[in-house]
């Protein structure tokens, strides 16, 4: 497809920004989930989502496993929806994936105007092929086109967020504009999409630094060019507590902050019972063992331990290799304290360790006392003759309940 084409398409001429705020206003208008992956925390969807369609950038905080990564890949599938039901068109040479819209707008009117939002490589193509013979493609993001993401460590260059122009390749093929010449960085592959810093503070000052000419003003320079790229994305950095402030205080001063919470013990059930759904195995995990998992991993943590949504996914992954290593149909209270116990004590300091396995022996909740806290009627029923309807348990499921409490009662006394 040429550029002069475009005339005949309907084609969007909106910022990454705008695009993402329209496509969620229309999936509230649809009654649609803007971010179906993530449970609960729906304030903090809508706030995410005012920093974004303002053109912000965002810091997420939070601990280990609240969902700050979630988040950002949520964003970028809602924003890759847009362009699944929208017209977008790049330049195909362009690195930066230029709207095709910036061109043509100046092959029509040549308002000088329009060309800062025309990068430098598509300048040098326009001078030298007819603009209506420039060929545009249709730009539907894709991790590595429209989604970048830097995992935070010490050895990040400044050069692989801004990219960088290698001399002796300009030396040995001529043309400042030559694909082999430019190597482009994150900043350049996040464009017209989200380029995501995990764990920013992990990242050092002069690589943290790098990102502030595109945040402050959508351009960007490659190390060793003497020239500037114009580039439109959206920002979203993440950070743990314990390293929020070894974020640069110019680059923190441009972000506006939000707290990720960790779910409620209702909210994290529903996750992780929809992490559940997604484990191929066929065994059942039965609704109150995901409460006796969550309840535990809430008590025993704390400041120095931190047991969160992963640790929940974890022992339940652990619970259920347990059941199937023995052939039982469902997870029993065996399965649940041997991956509880593995997960915990996998979790300490090995100076921690033996005072943690104490407090597992006297603090492990004993599985007849949690059912009868959950069951109040559980000590009236027998396996052979239930006689009871209870909201939300199969009768399936009751039935092995009474059965895990007869065996543990007996065994205990």
């Given at each position: ?58 810091l ?6 609240v969902?700050k ?34 061109l ?23 001078q ?10 249709r730009f ?26 290698h ?9 400042p ?6 190597q482009?960085?994150?900043i350049?592959?996040?464009?017209g999409?989200?380029l ?7 990242i050092?000052k ?35 507590p ?38 191929t ?7 109150l ?21 992963r640790?929940?996914i974890?022992?339940?992954r652990?619970a ?23 997960e ?28 009868e ?9 027998h396996?052979d003759?239930?006689?009871v ?25």
């Amino acid at each position: 497809m040429q550029l002069a084409d475009l005339r005949h398409q309907e084609f969007c001429t909106k910022t990454t920004a705008e695009r993402l705020l329209f496509q969620a206003k229309k999936n509230l208008s649809q009654q649609q989930e803007m971010f179906p992956e993530i449970i609960g925390l729906d304030r903090q969807k809508r706030q995410l989502l005012e920093i974004l369609g303002t053109n912000n950038g965002v810091l997420l905080k939070g601990n280990f496993g609240v969902g700050k990564t979630e988040f950002a890949k949520s964003v970028f599938r809602l924003l890759q929806r847009y362009y699944q039901e929208n017209h977008v068109y790049r330049i195909s040479s362009c690195p930066v994936h230029e709207n095709a819209a910036h061109l043509y707008h100046y092959w029509l009117t040549g308002e000088e105007a329009h060309l800062q939002n025309i990068c430098p490589v598509c300048q040098h193509t326009m001078q030298r092929t007819p603009l209506q013979e420039i060929k545009i493609e249709r730009f539907i993001p894709v991790e590595g086109l429209g989604f970048a993401r830097v995992q935070g460590n010490e050895d990040i260059e400044p050069e692989k967020i801004v990219g960088m122009y290698h001399i002796t390749r300009l030396l040995e093929h001529g043309d400042p504009f030559d694909p082999r010449v430019l190597q482009l960085g994150k900043i350049a592959q996040s464009s017209g999409g989200v380029l995501f810093l995990d764990e920013m503070g992990l990242i050092n000052k002069e690589a943290q630094y790098a990102v502030l000419q595109a945040l402050e003003e959508k351009m960007f320079s490659p190390v060793q060019s003497r020239q500037s790229f114009p580039v439109d994305f959206l920002f979203i950095g993440t950070s743990n507590p314990i390293n929020e402030y070894q974020i640069h205080p110019a680059l923190r001063s441009r972000l506006v902050a939000l707290a990720i919470p960790r779910l409620s013990l209702e909210e994290e059930a529903r996750m992780l019972s929809s992490k559940r759904k997604e484990m191929t195995t066929e065994i059942a995990l039965p609704a109150l063992y995901i409460r006796y998992i969550l309840q535990t991993l809430h008590f025993f943590s704390d400041a120095e331990l931190y047991l969160g949504p992963r640790s929940s996914i974890r022992v339940a992954r652990m619970a259920l290799a347990s059941a199937a290593l023995e052939n039982r149909p469902r997870v029993s209270y065996c399965d649940l304290k041997q991956a509880l116990y593995s997960e915990i004590l996998g979790q300490c300091d090995s100076d921690q360790e033996e005072a943690m396995l104490g407090k597992l022996q006297s603090g492990l909740i004993a599985l007849t006392e949690f059912l009868e806290r959950e069951l109040p009627c559980i000590k009236n029923l027998h396996p052979d003759g239930l006689g009871v309807e209870i909201p939300g348990i199969s009768h399936e499921d009751l039935r092995f309940y009474v059965q895990e409490y007869q065996d543990h009662h007996d065994r205990n006394h």
